[in-house]
């Protein structure tokens, strides 16, 4: 079991180590030499406009939260769909009355506009 | 102890049939804004859901390994609960029709049925805690339901965070017990934690269980949220969470408080009896202060909090029945207090105190059903909020010692509380003024006579309106029970039989 | 030092850090993200304890799903820029409130470590079959409640989201 993990740690060890050293050696070897068109978020093309912070639309809110719902539902079929044979019939059922509770829910927001982009 | 069967199914039957109904009611068109078909539907939903649980009577069952149990206790509670949310329901018919979410209104009162009755069967903490959850997260939007009530929105994120918090809290808890014992059955739990013995940390989980259902119930020093929220709501909502839903909490914290202390019951005891009292006389004290009725029904709900706590205190098997029978009684009578000021505020424009004078002679009928909640809120025979009290304060001199203080501070804060009772009372019936209300100008104006006016008897077409119904109701039963209470309390001692684990 | 107990401290020191950075640092977004860090790390120690569904559940939902609620939560104010220290009323209680927690917290966990704790099940070749066997069969009642449950607390935001998209 732990040796599984081991080849992961050194991947994920070697992964950081690369992209640190990429950045470490660009900076490095870079000239530095900052003016002010360069400083600017978008060197070239149009310049920006008002203020970076504003409110986004609701409508982002509630897909994020429609996909949190469905997040956890899709955990609970994990188990099930890894131990299907085993389970049988009665988790079958169980979980088709899961997810047609769930679906209801899920027409009921489409019904009332909650994904509608107005 | 086994998995479910075909024939287990039945005793589901009430609950299946309140989801099924809550999600119809769900999918009604939005385009007849007055149309009753929501309120017909959740009212035939929950009489089948009674009908259903009526003729479970006398059954006895541990159905899926002991996570549902059905005994008097649970079903005792079921039918509490449905009957509680028909009340409600009925009353709030003219509500719903005046918001623009009126059948969320009702799905979300259904779904909030389905988890207070599975609160009463379930036999383990995930199922306790599912369904406490499935109760708190129904309710948290209904502050919202009335777009037009700025306050709401107030209302509802107290509410919310304040809930979310003591959640948390109490799945601590839980989760210390879970570890503890290493079982979630609460029938396993209490003989496992008898044979390990005192742990501190049992003293830790019961801590965070404490002040989670502490929140839940309102209970001093967790109180601060709920004056706020219970003013802040659309009324017939806090008749609801006030009446209905916070009753829930009472329930899940007798059944895994019970289950728990076993070890350490008298230093529980003391902690629970401290927070009774605390409670009571807080509850009282401010509710003395208060010029809002809602505020003050408020701060009285809380000091009745304070009054089930005691029963909790004293551990006994009559105590508990005492809790149980209180428990109905609060419920019946806050829902009924609420919807009678909701018709007082409709048709006087306001919850003040002055709202009320002289209501006598504007809405005698309705001035006569707050007469007969505020005495029995106050523990005046033979009226069922008297019996609950005095159950509780029997158990207490069966035991004697220091519950002996406990049932003193129960009976002072009665009389304590009848103060406030009273004052609302004297404005409505004793106060010479003849007040009428100006439908046109919607101001009420001092009137020299007490002949009634036109203007007052516009009023009387009101008359009729749900809420005004609901209180009948209410009363109705707070008579009947408190004249003929040998039936509730035998099955509130056989029920509290059932959850007395020892 | 055996490997899982060294995988636990480095975990363990990753998750205080970023929980640190979660109230310390100036900008909302920052303390978002360290955040996710934090569940990212709790996914980790789950790992350690050979409880790779709890792991999976971590990583999904919270590092996922939450994150991205609390990100979009953020997105949705427009008062204060972002910075903390704004956003947050209660500050100027942090010196009792720091007390309380730290008492609170060398409290409970000095009694953890006093406690002997019952091990329910001995780890079992593929833990997803009993997690699976739990779910399916002792616990469905809950299972199906919390179906409910799930769809109550999505017909219970929308209801409120849309209303705030009603009026504007």
């Not at chain 2, 149990?69 to 029709?97: H, P």
């Not at chain 3, 990212?40 to 559940?57: N, Q």
């Not at chain 3, 204060?80 to 007390?99: D, P, R, V, W």
């Not at chain 3, 997803?128 to 616990?139: E, G, R, V």
């Amino acid at each position: 079991m732990e040796t599984q993990y081991i080849t992961i740690g050194i991947l994920f060890l070697g992964a950081m180590a690369f992209a640190l050293a990429a950045m470490i050696l660009s900076r490095i070897l870079q000239p530095h030499r900052p003016y002010p068109e360069k400083l600017e978020t978008y060197e070239c093309g149009m310049e920006t406009q008002g203020p970076t912070w504003v409110q986004f639309r609701v409508s982002y809110f509630l897909y994020a939260l429609i996909f949190l719902i469905f997040d956890v539902e899709a955990i609970f079929l994990i188990p099930w769909v890894v131990k299907f044979k085993e389970l049988g019939l009665p988790a079958l059922i169980a979980m088709f009355m899961f997810l047609i509770i769930l679906i209801i829910g899920f027409i009921y927001d489409w019904k009332e506009g909650a994904l509608d982009w107005e | 102890m086994e998995t479910l069967t075909l024939q287990d199914l039945q005793f589901f039957l009430p609950e299946v049939i309140l989801i099924t109904f809550a999600f119809v009611v769900l999918f009604i068109s939005n385009k007849n804004k007055s149309s009753l078909l929501p309120f017909h539907l959740a009212m035939g939903a929950l009489l089948g859901a009674l009908i259903f649980t009526i003729t479970q009577l006398g059954s006895e069952a541990i159905l899926n390994f002991g996570t549902v149990e059905i005994n008097t206790f649970s079903l005792l509670l079921k039918i509490v609960f449905i009957i509680f949310s028909i009340i409600t329901v009925w009353g709030s018919k003219d509500f719903a029709i005046s918001i623009s979410f009126g059948k969320e209104y009702y799905g979300l009162i259904l779904f909030a049925t389905v988890g207070l009755t599975m609160l009463g069967s379930a036999g383990d903490l995930i199922t306790l805690f599912i369904a406490f959850e499935l109760t708190s997260i129904s309710t948290y939007a209904l502050p919202l339901i009335d777009r037009s009530n700025e306050r709401g929105r107030e209302a509802a994120l107290k509410y919310f965070l304040n809930g979310a918090f003591a959640t948390g809290l109490v799945l601590f808890g839980l989760s210390l017990v879970y570890g503890l014992t290493g079982t979630v059955l609460l029938k396993e739990i209490v003989p496992i934690i008898a044979e390990i013995g005192y742990e501190p940390m049992i003293v830790v989980a019961l801590a965070f269980l404490v002040a989670g259902f502490g929140y839940k119930m309102a209970i001093v020093p967790f109180h601060l949220w709920a004056p706020d929220v219970y003013e802040g709501s659309p009324t017939p909502v806090t008749s609801f969470l006030a009446g209905v839903t916070k009753k829930g909490a009472f329930v899940v914290s007798l059944k895994i408080l019970l289950a728990t202390l076993i070890v350490i019951k008298i230093q529980v005891s003391i902690l629970l009896g401290t927070l009774a009292i605390l409670t009571m006389t807080v509850g009282n004290v401010v509710a003395l202060m208060q010029k809002n009725t809602k505020r003050m029904l408020a701060y009285s709900s809380i000091a009745h909090a304070g009054n089930i706590l005691v029963g909790l205190a004293i551990i006994t098997e009559l105590s508990v029945a005492g809790s149980i029978l209180h428990i109905i009684a609060h419920g019946l009578m806050t829902i009924g207090i609420f919807f009678g000021i909701l018709y007082v505020s409709k048709i006087r424009g306001g919850y003040d105190l002055g709202d009320f004078i002289g209501l006598r002679w504007v809405a005698p009928w309705t001035a006569f059903g707050l007469l007969i909640i505020l005495l029995s809120l106050a523990g005046v025979p033979p009226f069922i909020g008297f019996w609950g009290k005095m159950v509780i304060v029997v158990s207490a001199f069966e035991l004697g010692n220091w519950y002996m203080f406990l049932a003193l501070a129960l009976v002072l804060n009665s009389a304590l509380s009848l103060v406030y009772y009273a004052r609302v009372i004297r404005v409505m019936y004793m106060d010479n003024k003849g007040v009428e209300f100006n439908m046109a100008t919607k101001q009420n104006t001092v009137i020299e006579t007490r002949e009634i006016t036109a203007a007052t008897k516009e009023i009387g077409k009101l008359r009729t309106s749900s809420y005004n119904i609901a209180l009948y109701v209410c009363v109705l039963l707070i008579t009947v029970t408190g004249l003929f209470p040998e039936q509730l309390v035998a099955i509130s001692r056989e029920a509290a039989r059932f959850i007395i684990p020892w | 030092m055996e490997l899982s107990s060294l995988a636990f401290w480095i975990l363990a020191t990753m998750i205080i850090i970023s929980g640190l950075g979660v109230v310390f640092l100036k900008n909302i977004v920052h303390s978002a993200l360290a955040l996710i860090a934090t569940f990212i790390g709790a996914a980790g120690i789950y790992l350690t304890l050979h409880s790779e569904f709890l792991a999976a559940i971590q990583v999904l939902i919270y590092a996922g799903a939450i994150a991205i609620l609390i990100v979009f939560g953020i997105m949705l104010i427009t008062k204060g820029e972002g910075k903390m220290g704004e956003t947050n009323l209660f500050g100027k209680y942090k010196i009792s409130a720091g007390i309380v927690v730290l008492i609170m917290v060398s409290l409970v966990s000095y009694l953890v470590l006093q406690t002997p704790w019952q091990i329910t099940t001995e780890l079992n070749e593929s833990l997803m079959s009993d997690i699976a066997k739990l779910i399916f069969y002792d616990h469905v009642v809950a299972f199906e409640l919390a179906g409910v449950l799930l769809t109550v607390a999505m017909i219970g935001a929308i209801m409120i989201a849309r209303g705030v998209k009603k009026n504007g």
